[in-house]
């Protein structure tokens, strides 16, 4: 019998005290040993829980245990588990975590700290909730040369994007709409511009390249400027808006990015809607990979963690080894990145600078917004594109386009 702990009983650790219970058959058997809880660390109580004698208030009980081989942090935030998490690893324990935050951060650290002790630091719940991509990346895809994922990450904004695209709401409403029904936080910015996703870029970024890829040098650009206007003008060009997270190795050069583009019908992204989270891997030999489900929410993030737990009870004793050193990547500028962009501008074409800007350009019009019109660049680099922008008047908004 292995003894865990679990650090934080909001609902992913809820949740994995939860999966471990109900599965306790199939979780022990795939572990080939019994798994049970020993402990719960929360600052409450939880008095009638059926769990609530587990329920301890100092992590030095947990700590100082040797009953206890895994710990699973699912408290969030960089402290006190980043603290909690390195003295289990130095004391010869593995951790399993949810926690994108602390393993952005200090990930290559704990993963390093792991293997001196002879112990694990395992995060497949950090990515994308329930869907399996971490461990792809680590053990299916390694015969591979991958050079791109490109992923929608965040469920939140997910969800809303696809309610303005469905219902032709606008943000503020589809805002409210997300934080009634608890998809979004009261203070939803981590989701809505783009920090959420940036952080599980570099992550997935930093496993591909071996070296740690940080999420503050990763552009990032949010969902507050898509309105419903946007979506009409996709719906005439058979396209949908999403807010994707890309990293691209090209011929060594490294570059990663968070923003909203629209996308193609034809693109498996455009499929992709409410909650759910997807991830394309490209390999230079395998080609195309989606990993697809639910990015999110109580028990599919608890599913991930247990299946931690159990591939750390499989190996007590035995690093897994992890593609992930402390080594940074300078990533390329945003600047040289070539694509189209769809741009909206207030007025007339002919008086506007339009052509001596851009020239001939693809006009979009729609019945919708008849004091405005829509035109489509030719592929350039953002760097061009900034500068030739400058020189047209009246400009609503724009968004690059992923063909």
Same mark, same amino acid.
Request: with cysteine.
């Given at each position: 019998?292995?003894?865990?702990?679990?650090?934080?009983?909001?609902?992913?650790?809820?949740?994995?005290?939860?999966?471990?219970?109900? $599965?306790? *058959?199939?979780?022990?058997?795939?572990?080939?040993?019994?798994?049970?809880? /020993?402990?719960?660390?929360?600052?409450?109580?939880?008095?009638?829980?059926?769990?609530? *004698?587990? %329920?301890?208030?100092?992590?030095?009980?947990?700590? @100082?245990?040797?009953?206890?081989?895994?710990?699973?942090?699912?408290?969030?935030?960089?402290?006190?588990?980043?603290?909690?998490?390195?003295?289990?690893?130095?004391?010869?324990?593995?951790?399993?975590?949810? $926690?994108?935050?602390?393993?952005? !951060?200090?990930?290559?650290?704990?993963?390093?700290?792991?293997?001196?002790?002879?112990? $694990?630091?395992?995060?497949?719940?950090?990515?994308?909730?329930?869907?399996?991509?971490?461990?792809?990346?680590?053990?299916?895809?390694?015969?591979?040369?991958?050079?791109?994922?490109?992923?929608?990450?965040?469920?939140?904004? @997910?969800?809303?994007?696809?309610?303005?695209?469905?219902?032709?709401?606008?943000?503020?409403?589809?805002?409210?709409?997300?934080?009634?029904?608890?998809?979004?936080?009261? $203070?939803?910015?981590?989701?809505?511009?783009?920090?959420?996703?940036?952080?599980?870029?570099?992550?997935?970024?930093?496993?591909?390249?071996? *070296?740690?890829?940080?999420?503050?040098?990763?552009?990032?650009?949010?969902?507050?400027?898509?309105?419903?206007?946007?979506?009409?003008?996709?719906?005439?060009?058979?396209?949908?808006?999403?807010?994707?997270?890309?990293?691209?190795?090209?011929?060594?050069?490294?570059?990663?990015?968070?923003?909203?583009?629209?996308?193609?019908?034809?693109?498996?992204?455009?499929?992709?809607?409410?909650?759910? !989270?997807?991830?394309?891997?490209?390999? @230079?030999?395998?080609?195309?990979?989606?990993?697809?489900?639910?990015?999110?929410?109580?028990?599919?993030?608890?599913?991930?963690?247990?299946?931690?737990?159990?591939?750390?009870?499989?190996?007590?004793?035995?690093?897994?080894?992890?593609?992930?050193?402390?080594?940074?990547?300078?990533?390329?500028?945003?600047?040289?990145?070539?694509?189209?962009?769809?741009?909206?501008?207030?007025?007339?074409?002919?008086?506007?600078?339009?052509? /001596?800007?851009?020239?001939?350009?693809?006009?979009?019009?729609?019945?919708?917004?008849?004091?405005?019109?829509?035109?489509?660049?030719?592929?350039?680099?953002?760097?061009?594109?900034?500068?030739?922008?400058?020189? %047209?008047?009246?400009?609503?908004?724009?968004?690059?386009?992923?063909?």
């Amino acid at each position: 019998m292995i003894q865990i702990a679990v650090l934080g009983y909001g609902t992913v650790g809820s949740g994995v005290v939860e999966v471990i219970n109900k $599965n306790q *058959k199939e979780v022990s058997k795939k572990a080939g040993v019994g798994i049970a809880v /020993k402990y719960i660390l929360d600052l409450r109580d939880f008095p009638g829980d059926p769990m609530e *004698k587990c %329920v301890v208030h100092d992590y030095d009980v947990i700590l @100082n245990d040797p009953e206890v081989k895994i710990i699973c942090e699912t408290m969030g935030g960089v402290e006190p588990a980043y603290t909690f998490s390195k003295k289990a690893l130095l004391a010869g324990k593995s951790v399993c975590t949810s $926690n994108k935050e602390l393993v952005a !951060n200090h990930g290559p650290e704990l993963i390093s700290i792991a293997k001196a002790n002879n112990c $694990n630091y395992l995060f497949e719940a950090s990515v994308g909730g329930g869907i399996p991509i971490i461990r792809p990346l680590n053990s299916s895809l390694t015969p591979e040369r991958i050079d791109g994922i490109t992923g929608i990450l965040n469920g939140t904004t @997910n969800y809303m994007l696809t309610k303005m695209d469905e219902d032709g709401v606008d943000y503020a409403q589809v805002l409210a709409e997300a934080q009634q029904k608890g998809y979004a936080e009261r $203070n939803p910015e981590a989701d809505v511009e783009g920090y959420d996703a940036c952080r599980k870029i570099a992550i997935l970024s930093s496993l591909v390249y071996g *070296k740690t890829v940080r999420y503050e040098d990763i552009y990032t650009e949010g969902i507050t400027k898509i309105s419903k206007e946007d979506f009409l003008y996709a719906k005439a060009m058979k396209r949908s808006i999403k807010l994707l997270a890309m990293s691209k190795d090209m011929d060594g050069s490294c570059f990663a990015m968070v923003a909203p583009f629209m996308i193609r019908s034809d693109n498996p992204l455009y499929c992709v809607k409410d909650v759910f !989270n997807a991830v394309c891997v490209h390999g @230079n030999m395998l080609g195309t990979t989606m990993y697809y489900g639910r990015g999110a929410g109580k028990l599919p993030t608890a599913s991930a963690v247990v299946s931690d737990i159990i591939d750390c009870a499989k190996h007590q004793g035995k690093f897994i080894f992890c593609f992930w050193d402390q080594e940074k990547v300078t990533l390329s500028s945003k600047e040289e990145m070539c694509w189209k962009f769809f741009v909206r501008v207030k007025g007339d074409k002919d008086s506007c600078g339009l052509m /001596k800007a851009f020239g001939e350009t693809e006009m979009i019009n729609i019945p919708e917004c008849q004091d405005e019109f829509a035109f489509i660049t030719d592929e350039i680099s953002e760097k061009e594109f900034e500068e030739r922008i400058k020189e %047209v008047s009246g400009v609503i908004t724009r968004i690059r386009m992923n063909d």
